[in-house]
């Protein structure tokens, strides 16, 4: 056996002693290639929980092993992470609204549930992302700061939003479970204002132009009386 072949069999040993990582794909366009190749040189063994009739799942399927029953419930498996390639705004809405009503939202449901660090690739939901400037989102609407609170409330409940550069990152060091990132702003809608008026002054926070013009007109009234 030469020193190549004894390193690479040393390599895949390590590999068989570390956890599993699941990765759900699923149908969100944009970056597909490109994120499929920087996932297949992680170095990470994958378990793939692919949604059903996605157009490249044979490439997909060359990266690790494929799950035949993800859609009724996640194996009992300790797993390292899991990523989500591709979440799209209306799974990021589904799942902060807790209808849950497609398999891959039941099974992020039971994911958080586990305490397992969930990964999210932020390009196909943010507004912000590069990915959506070249679709022509504005980043400036009413609706794109109602997105923006959506995701931020996703964040508060245990999904990390990252470019892949920090996903990979985050799984070459180890994942903990995800904590609030301090720095990370947030985004208050009326709704938080009403319930909480206190957050308005809290840090690290950005209103949406529905919350400035209520607060607006609550001091005018304030003012009045």
Not at 99 to 115: E, K, M, N, Y
Not at 123 to 147: F, I, T
Not at 202 to 213: G, K, Q, Y
Request: glycine share 4%; with cysteine.
């Amino acid at each position: 056996m030469t020193d190549a072949q004894t390193e690479r069999l040393v390599t895949l040993i390590l590999a068989r002693l570390q956890p599993p990582v699941l990765v759900m794909v699923t149908q969100a366009l944009g970056y597909r290639h490109v994120i499929r190749q920087r996932l297949a040189g992680c170095g990470e063994r994958l378990h793939l929980a692919l949604e059903s009739d996605i157009a490249d799942g044979e490439q997909w399927r060359e990266l690790g092993e494929t799950l035949p029953d993800w859609q009724r419930a996640l194996p009992q498996t300790r797993y390292k992470a899991l990523l989500l390639p591709f979440l799209d705004y209306p799974l990021a809405a589904e799942l902060v609204s807790g209808t849950l009503q497609s398999p891959v939202a039941r099974r992020l449901h039971d994911a958080l549930l586990a305490g397992i660090p969930v990964l999210a690739l932020r390009y196909h939901c943010d507004p912000r992302s590069e990915l959506n400037q070249l679709r022509g989102c504005s980043d400036n609407s009413r609706y794109a700061a109602h997105v923006e609170a959506t995701l931020s409330r996703l964040t508060a409940i245990g999904v990390t939003l990252c470019t892949l550069n920090e996903m990979l990152e985050k799984l070459a060091s180890g994942t903990d479970r995800p904590t609030a990132d301090a720095t990370t702003r947030r985004y208050l809608t009326v709704t938080d204002i009403v319930n909480n008026p206190s957050l308005a002054g809290a840090p690290n926070v950005v209103l949406t132009d529905a919350a400035v013009d209520f607060i607006k007109a609550k001091q005018k009234t304030d003012l009045d009386n």
